[in-house]
């Protein structure tokens, strides 16, 4: 079984920056794209930015420019640096991974680190 954990949330006040980091385990041959979404209380779950094996990143348009996706592979772990921060930024992020144990990939998700932006 695959297991993400995140760390990294928690209250920072408005211009601030956190690092948050999501570690894979489990049984686990391959990650493909390791990826950050946030929900906030009443919104759909969105795409902060996803990240490939190869390095390759995409970002999603609520936070560009303001975050930076980046993995180690051999630590099976993803990280996402936030800069900028601004109390609309409030949310529960989530790790995703699509990861093949041996067979097909499938997606994993975290549990969810709560980040707070105070005005």
């Known amino acids: 079984q695959v297991q993400l954990v995140e760390s990294g949330g928690g209250l920072v006040q408005n211009g601030g920056s956190l690092r948050l980091s999501c570690v894979a385990s489990g049984i686990i041959f391959r990650i493909n794209v390791m990826a950050w979404y946030r929900q906030a209380p009443g919104k759909q779950r969105e795409l902060v930015a996803a990240?490939?094996?190869?390095?390759?990143?995409n970002y999603g348009d609520s936070m560009e420019g303001r975050v930076t996706i980046s993995r180690d592979n051999a630590k099976k772990t993803v990280y996402l640096q936030m800069d900028s921060l601004k109390p609309e930024d409030t949310a529960v992020y989530y790790c995703?991974?699509?990861?093949?144990?041996?067979?097909?990939?499938?997606?994993?998700w975290g549990q969810g680190t709560q980040v707070t932006v105070s005005s």
């Open positions: 995703k991974a699509d990861v093949s144990t041996g067979g097909a990939f499938t997606g994993a």
């Open positions: 990240i490939n094996e190869r390095g390759s990143t």
